[in-house]
């Protein structure tokens, strides 16, 4: 039986993306804090072990739709055959 993890160059990779694309993003393991004009409005976790990832969105609808495209599109392309699970909080 082994770990399963994802490579830190590929988390690294994730953050890059997401500031790329107008979000900052932090990182500690395997979560994420990401936030958009001076607001923590998400975090993401990814839970290797279950190919998963979890959005919990935590801005307005507006900002939520945003934030839940661009982390989106950057998980299926850097963590393919993850589910992504959104969770949105009020």
Do not use: C, Q
Not at 21 to 38: C, K, Q, V
Not at 42 to 58: C, D, K, M, Q, T
């Amino acid at each position: 039986m082994s770990i399963k993890g994802v490579d830190v160059k590929t988390l690294n990779r994730l953050i890059y993306e997401m500031r790329r694309r107008g979000l900052w993003a932090e990182r500690h393991s395997y979560s994420i804090r990401i936030m958009h004009n001076g607001l923590i409005v998400a975090s993401l976790h990814i839970y290797p072990g279950f190919n998963e990832a979890v959005l919990r969105l935590y801005g307005d609808p507006e900002t939520d739709k945003y934030v839940e495209s661009v982390v989106t599109s950057v998980l299926t392309t850097l963590l393919r055959g993850y589910k992504i699970t959104v969770v949105k909080i009020r």
